[in-house]
């Protein structure tokens, strides 16, 4: 516990929100929201990698568990109304 009261997320929580973003983000039928909701995780995370205050520490990792709620919501709601051609994007070449 810090002088501030406010309990810093582990390294081991930080990074089970990384990679569950990343996979909330692979469930997106959509190649643009999927590569959107992917590179958002990456950047975000990346400009906070430099954060040491518990306090920046606590607020930025609630705001990604939050995000993370949005994420799985929108994927749901995405997977309801999938377009049935997949894009350009999604066809492999054979």
């Known amino acids: 516990m810090a002088a501030s009261g406010v309990a810093a997320p582990t390294r081991t929580?930080?990074?089970?929100?990384?990679?569950s973003l990343l996979r909330v983000a692979r469930q997106f039928c959509d190649y643009n929201i999927r590569e959107y909701t992917k590179r958002r995780?990456?950047?975000?995370f990346r400009d906070n990698k430099n954060l040491t205050d518990p306090s920046q520490l606590s607020a930025?990792?609630?705001?990604?568990k939050a995000q993370l709620e949005i994420a799985k919501r929108q994927a749901l709601v995405y997977s309801l109304y999938a377009?049935?051609?997949?894009?350009i994007m999604d066809i492999k070449p054979s």
């Not at 377009?83 to 894009?87: G, I």
Request: no cysteine; proline share 5%; aromatic share 10%.
């Open 13 to 19: 929580e930080v990074l089970q929100l990384y990679r």
């Open 41 to 44: 995780t990456i950047d975000a």
């Open 60 to 64: 930025a990792f609630s705001d990604g």
């Open 83 to 87: 377009p049935k051609v997949k894009s």
